[in-house]
């Protein structure tokens, strides 16, 4: 056997390794290739990628073998629009970043956005009636994009935190045609996507910019993650430059706000399917809430509710996949895996192990009672990712999933419209192919 012997995987027909399939079906490309080992060749094209499936080899990966791997190709073309960024920043930068965006997210913060979650809530409560039929992805990135326009540049920028928004929705579905596509135009190619690709990043730019130059001249806190970006220093009393806080800030706009919107459209498709999942929900929530808003405080409280979510995100995972490129020579799972191989590790395929948890396929929030969970393995679960670069908004994000959805269970059952059905597509985030249509019934 030579020095860098592959794991086995699927036969790389062709000579375009898996990349057929991997782009027209990834999550049934990564669960076939799943089944050869811990460890599977995967190439695409050329380039050699390796799929990490147990969980104490993505420890030993994420958590331990971190320093001597970045981030994956596709992940590193997203610095067109993210610049350098907490997603696409390595080494010093991104150590001293994550330090200071931290400060942005310490509990006490986090804590105090939740008023601004539930106030989002009940914007979109406002606008439904008992007996409407809503697209209930489409609600969901309506309110998730207000909750981070609302903590992210405060309310009453709101009207610019649309504006951002939408321009980001531009951006991230060119890049998800992108990602579709292997075949990748050059920049200079004055292709409609393109163009409209560059003339909502150049608003995007100017938005934040303004915003930015605004809130340096005003000077005061006012309570969101911009203020504590721009408060943040580093242990010499350095802050960031505008063009870091541009970067940092589109980076939370937009890693903040799909992802959330996905779990929560993926929890009330699986709670429509579950109607006795749904109602244990619902008795909790009137137990803890009776009749007034949700607040912060609340939130631990909502013990059903958060495993409910846990759940939700375990069988669909809004990010289903993550890659790191070795920088060195790695020994894993024994094999010396080369510099330059791409690891990835699927949250859809590791979530759905049968060793890890017994009938996988079953949506069962109760895995997640303590007794129940503390013999999971941590990285049998991984939703956030794992290791220093850990999702720096997941607190934030559960808080948030849990609050409105309690807020939006409280008033209304969400029934699935017949004949709708669920079909994935895949891109960054585990999208769907179509919206589902639910009906709104109001609870007494
Ligand atoms: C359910 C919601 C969310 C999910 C499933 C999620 C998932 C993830 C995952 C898997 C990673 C790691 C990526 C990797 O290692 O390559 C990550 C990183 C990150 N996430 Fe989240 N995320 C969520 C919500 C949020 C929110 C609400 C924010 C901010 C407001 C956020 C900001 C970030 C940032 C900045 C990073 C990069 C961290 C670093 O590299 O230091 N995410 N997220």
Redesign the pocket.
Known sequence: MGRYAKPPGPPNRFKIGNLRSMMSDPLGCMMDASEYGPLSNLPLLHEPYVLVRDPELIQQSLAQGHTVMR?DRF?RELDRVLGKG??TSEGDL?RRQ?KLVAHAFIPRRIRTYGDAMVAAAHRSLADWKDGHEINIYESMAELTMDV?GRTLFDTDVRDTAKEVGDALNVISDYYSQVLENPIKPPDWWPSPGMFRFRRAARNVDRIVAEMIEARRKAGRDRGDLLSALLQAQDEEGGGMSNQQLRDECI??FL??HE??SI?LGHTFYLLSKHPEIESKVHREVAAVLEDRRATAEDYPRLEYTERVIKES?RLY???YA?GRQLLEDFELGGYTLEKGVTLLFAQWVTHRRPESFTDPLRFDPDRWLPERAAKIHRYAYF???GGP??????H??MM??VLLLATLIRAYRFDLLPEQSLVLKPSVTLRVEKDLRMRLRARS
């Open positions: 981030k992940t907490l997603v991104w994550r981070v980076t939370l890693a903040g992802t959330t779990a995100m995972p809004p990010v993550i939703p956030f990712g670069r850990i999702c720096i908004g997941n934030f994000a948030e999933a």
